[in-house]
């Protein structure tokens, strides 16, 4: 099945990206589950418009307990201390979309990340560097990597972003800001690299399989294609 545009009409604003996202993350790692050794498994991960709120609560004292009872509990109990004002305060950017496949070994050790990219992603600068930021950090923990963008409402190419992060000069081939990117970190000797697979994307055109690497030099293929075109099935999202 051909790509299709899920940001501008006519399949928008009837049908939401945020659902088609979603579902696709649960069909992929569902196709994953089937297809990885035995001591591993996929787990898809989305959240949208994440917020982030540290509430701290104080238990109240069980019922029939005395007012003497609570004071001997009160002066029982440290002082409560409290640190000094911060030194520094520094503007921190958090990805508030995450739409992504994760996939844990037996020991819940990540093994292995796909990330579809979300507009919100790709808006802001601060943005893109959080989630280059995070790729990166899966891949210095020596985790395979797939990055799928088929944004087609804001501009701008991830992949080039980490790559420019990553090496003093990017050599990508990929100039289109849809694609697919796939990033293996090897160590052979003594010397690490990082193997990378790249396929431009477009509208009306076919999606490809790209591969998924876990330690020990196992490769799972992502049938993006196939996975894509059960999604707009299961979704009635019209071909």
Known sequence: MNLLDHFHPPLR?????????????TYIASTLNERLPKGYFAEPNVQFGIEIDVA????????????????????????????????????????????????????????GALELVSPSNKDWAANREAFVSKCETYLQQRAGLIVVDVVTERGGNLHQELLSRLTV???????????????????????????????????????PTMPLWLP?????????????????????IAT
């Open 13 to 25: 604003p009837q049908r939401q990206w945020h659902g088609f996202h979603n579902a696709w993350a």
């Open 56 to 111: 701290t609560f104080e238990q109240s004292s069980p019922s029939g307990v005395g007012a003497s009872s609570a004071v001997t509990d009160s002066a029982s109990r440290p002082s409560q201390w409290l640190p000094p004002a911060p030194t520094l305060t520094l503007p921190f950017t958090l990805i508030t979309d995450v739409v992504e496949v994760l996939v844990y070994d037996s020991s819940a050790i990540l093994a």
């Open 169 to 207: 000069s990017s050599p990508s081939r990929i100039r289109s800001e849809l694609y697919a990117a796939a990033y293996r970190p090897v160590q052979r000797e003594d010397q690490t690299s990082l193997e990378i697979w790249e396929e431009e994307l477009a509208i009306g055109k076919s999606l």
């Open 216 to 236: 020990g030099g196992i490769s799972i293929p992502v049938e993006l294609g196939p996975t894509y075109e059960r999604t707009c099935r299961e979704l009635r």
